[in-house]
């Protein structure tokens, strides 16, 4: 008894082959180096949409998470004290 037919083994190489080319003439979308990716696109697309935020991204999100630093010298008065007191050019 045979595990597949020689249809069924006809539509599945049809298939592979066709998956195959469809892969290979997109591949910018699934390469993970790449901005034109899905994953990279449709993350930023949502982020934008929640942020209310054209120029957000998630790299830039997680850069803001890690050095709050950077805004809290653009916008001192809302650092908080130890931070002044390491600065203390932003003390009132």
């Known amino acids: 008894m045979a595990l597949v037919t020689n249809k069924q083994a006809l539509v599945i190489a ?6 195959g080319y469809l892969l290979y003439r997109n591949r910018q979308l699934f390469n ?3 901005r034109d990716n899905v ?8 982020g934008q949409e929640l942020a209310d935020d054209e120029a957000w991204t998630l ?3 997680i850069y803001d998470l890690y050095h709050p630093h950077q805004d809290w010298e653009l916008n ?3 650092a908080p004290m ?3 007191l390491q600065n ?3 003390l009132n």
């Open 14 to 19: 049809v298939g592979l082959a066709v998956g």
């Open 59 to 61: 790299g830039g999100w």
């Open 76 to 78: 001192p008065e809302q």
């Open 39 to 46: 994953a990279y696109w449709g993350v930023n697309q949502f």
């Open 32 to 34: 993970p180096a790449s």
């Open 88 to 90: 203390p050019q932003y």
């Open 82 to 84: 130890w931070w002044k």
